[in-house]
């Protein structure tokens, strides 16, 4: 766990104020068919810039995290683990705050959805509305850019909840035959 007190303020600071230009944070949904649920929640703290230099401080710093290249040499600083977002990005920002009102709503609603993710409200089909409802305000709406819509995400429950009738049903209509052909 990062012991936010140990960040140098001249630091802490300068990372806060680059995150609040460059960085971004985000929710994503991945299709899991091992899964009982149809989804997993994923939570995503991320920095990209040509300097590798300045991500390394925020490596150097939050002390999680990885490093990746694109091949047109854009760098990209990422914390994509549940533990180190909770135990180390979250207390970081909240010590060293944004100035912008954008930045700190962002912020706030993933933090939101973070406390159900612990709560364990990811788990159930109420719980992915509300991530969405929540997720739908954030990084300026983000829609154009995602992998999946927000309905599409909804009608895989439908899907897994229509096929699950559909199996059981079989064994009901059985049970009612052989009540029928003993009587």
Sequence with gaps: MLDVSQVPQRIGHYLAG???GE???NVSFRKRGDYAMPWKVSLCFNVSQRERIVLTLFEQHLK???MRSRADGVWYY???NFTAIIENVIPFFDRFGFLSVKKQRDFAKFKQIA?????GRHLSREGIEEILAIRRDMNDGGAMRRKYSDDSIIELFEIRESSETTRQAPDVLNLADDIVRSA
């Design 18 to 20: 680059f995150t609040d």
């Design 64 to 66: 999680c995290g990885t």
């Design 115 to 119: 406390r159900l993710i612990q709560e």
């Design 23 to 25: 960085g971004s944070f």
């Design 78 to 80: 990422e914390v994509n």
